[in-house]
């Protein structure tokens, strides 16, 4: 079964600065990426997914992430994060039985 | 009302209670899905409906009992809960049976256990 890891439980940066948050997965065949992100309160919205194609894919609210075959990798960047990114971050990995699996989050705070 | 609603949004209740969730589509989607969030804890997932069938629950505790009376509504009951239960509850639905299509989440039921 597939499985994801984000190493990183916390983030803190500030205004403007880029971001980079980590996703590595497990899985033998080629994956279905997703990353999503959680506002106080809120339920997961969706910022990209990744299939095939273009391993470069663009996102909602100028994320776009990075799909790396080689190191099992599917990292989320921004290049200048603004005060509303303030939340948690989901990478999530599924296969075509439907099992879409979490990782525990990221949580990013970001300083004026 | 659009995308996937949740009610309601905050619940406290005791441990004898019986209360249940209410999770509602508009998307016209066929598959829907209960999570679990605890603090700390990768999202867990509890129950997946797909047309109206159940086809995966997850060692889920019987004190919880899913329903899903249309391809549109889905209810979680639950019944004699533990404090360890208080949570955030997620619903999501989806389209199909292709994995990369996306699960759309609802705003969630803040569960409190006393």
């Known amino acids: 079964a597939q499985s994801v890891t984000q190493p990183d439980i916390h983030i803190t940066v500030s205004e403007g600065a880029s971001l980079e948050l980590r996703c590595n997965y497990s899985y033998g065949a080629t994956p279905y990426l997703f990353w999503y992100v959680q506002s106080p309160g809120q339920g997961l919205q969706l910022l990209l997914k990744?299939?095939?194609?273009?391993?470069l894919v663009q996102g909602i609210k100028g994320f776009e992430a990075e799909f790396k075959r080689s190191q099992s990798s599917f990292n989320l960047r921004k290049p200048s994060v603004h005060w509303s990114d303030a939340a948690e971050y989901f990478c999530?990995?599924?296969?075509?039985?439907?099992?879409?699996?979490f990782g525990a989050g990221t949580r990013l705070t970001v300083k004026p | 009302e659009t995308g996937v609603t949740q009610t309601p949004r905050h619940l406290v209740m005791g441990m004898t209670n019986k209360k249940s969730l209410k999770c509602e589509q508009h998307?016209?989607?066929?598959?829907m899905y209960w999570y679990k969030q605890s603090a700390k804890k990768p999202l867990e997932l509890m129950f997946v409906y797909s047309l109206e069938e159940r086809v995966e629950n997850n060692s889920v505790p019987s004190r919880f009992s899913p329903e899903c009376p249309n391809s549109s509504h889905l209810f979680l009951h639950l019944h004699t809960l533990q404090p360890e239960d208080s949570a955030l509850y997620l619903c999501?639905?989806?389209?199909?049976?292709?994995?990369?299509?996306?699960?759309?989440f609802g705003p969630g039921t803040r569960l409190t256990v006393l």
């Open positions: 999501a639905s989806r389209q199909g049976w292709n994995g990369f299509n996306e699960q759309f």
């Open positions: 999530a990995v599924a296969d075509n039985n439907n099992d879409m699996r």
């Open positions: 998307l016209g989607h066929n598959a």
């Open positions: 990744y299939f095939s194609g273009d391993t």
